[in-house]
């Protein structure tokens, strides 16, 4: 069992909550590992924990191993498919050479989010210092679909979801979210 804590206690980012009921987005989680199974994948539980404790649905949740084909295979599907709205991959951000994930995606962006690797790692830093520097994590829009990649590490996981996605996947998240920009991302 994984920690959720009760993120509707806590003060948004940045911004603030309006009231009202969050529109559910579909949320697709894929761990990126040579050595994880499912008993083992603890960065990918504490996501799908985490995605439905916030209203959103786990529309998927699969384990690929650390080659480009086979990541890029996962993403193309669900995305081709129109089941889900966002994609959150965890591990393979690293500087190892078995660490493919960013060379497998942002081929793939139609438009990077440069901000969300800003903000990773301001929020990064917070818990593991220097430490943050090791990561690549990057985040995109393929074919109208958000894609964040975070580095597999728990704690990791933890900054990006509790700190930045879980907030811009919110409807009720003002200034302004990602979701009420969900209906025009196809748009020309």
Same mark, same amino acid.
């Given at each position: 069992m994984t920690d959720t804590p009760d993120l509707s206690t806590l003060p %948004? /980012? +940045?911004g603030r909550l309006i009231d009202g009921p969050v529109t559910p987005v579909r949320i697709a989680v894929l761990t990126i590992s040579d050595t994880r199974d499912e008993d083992s994948d603890t960065s990918g539980k504490i996501l799908a924990d985490r995605i439905a404790a916030a209203g !959103? @649905?786990?529309a %998927? !949740? $699969?384990? @690929?191993? #650390?080659d480009v084909e086979a990541i890029r295979a996962r993403v193309r599907s669900w995305i081709a498919a129109g089941a889900v709205d966002a994609v959150i991959t965890t591990g393979g951000t690293g500087l190892t050479g078995r660490d @493919?994930? /960013? $060379?497998?995606l942002e081929p793939?962006? #139609?438009k990077r989010i440069d901000g969300f690797s800003v903000i990773f790692h301001q929020v990064s830093y917070q818990?593991? +210092?220097l430490s943050t520097l090791q990561s690549r994590a990057t985040a +995109?829009?393929?074919d109208g679909v958000f894609v964040f990649c975070l580095p597999g590490s728990n704690g990791a996981v933890r900054d990006g979801w509790d700190n930045i996605i879980r907030w811009q996947l919110d409807s009720r998240h003002r200034p302004c979210n990602m979701v009420e920009l969900m209906p025009r991302l196809l748009e020309v």
């Open positions: %948004a /980012p +940045g !959103h @649905v786990c %998927a !949740h $699969e384990i @690929v191993t #650390d @493919v994930t /960013p $060379e497998a793939l962006f #139609d818990t593991i +210092g +995109g829009i393929i």
